[in-house]
């Protein structure tokens, strides 16, 4: 099973990303390593355009709910652990 298939299998589940959130638009690294957050879709990065990413950039994207607000980060096997 690829890391995609994955991240898609375990939709509705939790993700804990182990590493910092990194933002573009100037607001940089968000200081919350091992946020744990709701899995709501994944998919290959080309598929969309994602607006922030865990430390390592890899070929999938995972949709997630961070704070109560759904965001599409760029997520890598390394720096993830499915719950």
């Not at 995609?4 to 690294?29: C, F, N, P, T, V």
Request: glycine content about 10%; proline content about 4%; overall charge neutral.
């Amino acid at each position: 099973m690829t890391f995609l298939e994955q991240l898609q299998a375990h939709k509705g589940g939790l993700i804990q990303l182990k590493s910092q959130l990194y933002w573009y638009g100037g607001r940089g690294y968000d200081g919350n390593p091992g946020r744990v957050c709701l899995i709501l879709d994944a998919a290959a990065s080309a598929a969309t355009k994602p607006t922030a990413r865990a430390c390592s950039i890899a070929g999938a994207v995972a949709y997630l709910l961070l704070d109560g607000s759904p965001q599409w980060v760029w997520v890598a096997k390394e720096d993830m652990e499915l719950l």
